[in-house]
């Protein structure tokens, strides 16, 4: 009798687990139905949406990188300028490119720009690169940035040595939204 039960116990789950497959399977084939049917959605359209936004995104990158580096950039600059130098590989730099892309967008006043060491190897001449991201800020005509001494960004000062007269100021590393505001801040102070 025993037996009868547990053979019978078997056959209602094996049921159940078949009906749920099935009805799985059903609810599956209407959602793709319904997206493909939907007025202004379906598949080609949300296709449209995503290589659209890839297509701004690739627009606001090319705007924010430089190519062909030379010093000229900076000295010529009737801005201030943040320049964020990294490369291909370099994950806190890739992090930071919707924000970059953003700022320069957005902000009139601070020309915020990317700098792919790989294709400016130039760059390694004029800069003390030691780890990307390395960032450098700069006053209008390449004028070195004198950051304020509470500023929350741990900023290094580089001198000539046979001047000692202040040459180059640069961040070390990723920097987050909210520095990446502090700085442009700390640079539309020092103005």
């Known amino acids: 009798m025993y037996g009868k039960i547990h053979k019978a116990e078997g ?16 609810i ?17 359209s949300m296709q449209s949406a995503i ?8 627009s606001d990158r090319t705007a924010l990188e430089i190519s062909g580096f030379t010093p000229d950039m900076i000295q010529t600059n009737e801005k201030p ?6 490369e291909s590989w370099c994950q806190p730099c890739l992090r930071m490119m919707d924000d970059l ?9 601070v020309e915020v720009r990317y700098m792919d060491l790989e294709e400016n190897e130039t760059a390694f001449q004029y800069f003390p690169i030691r780890v990307t ?3 450098a800020v700069f006053m209008p005509e390449g004028e070195p940035f004198t950051p304020p001494e509470d500023s929350s960004i741990d900023y290094i000062l580089y001198t000539y040595r046979d001047t000692g007269e202040h040459a ?24």
């Open 11 to 26: 056959r209602v789950k094996k049921r159940i687990i078949q009906a749920s497959v099935i009805l799985i399977v059903i």
């Open 28 to 44: 599956l084939v209407a959602a793709v139905f319904i997206i493909k049917r939907a007025p202004g959605g379906g598949i080609d």
């Open 51 to 58: 290589d659209s936004n890839a297509s701004s995104l690739q």
């Open 81 to 86: 300028m943040i320049i964020v130098m990294g």
């Open 101 to 109: 892309s953003e700022l320069n967008r957005t902000i009139d006043d």
């Open 133 to 135: 991201p390395t960032i």
């Open 168 to 191: 180059l100021t640069i961040h070390e590393g990723y920097l987050s939204r909210t520095q990446l505001d502090q700085m442009i801040e700390d640079l539309r102070n020092a103005g």
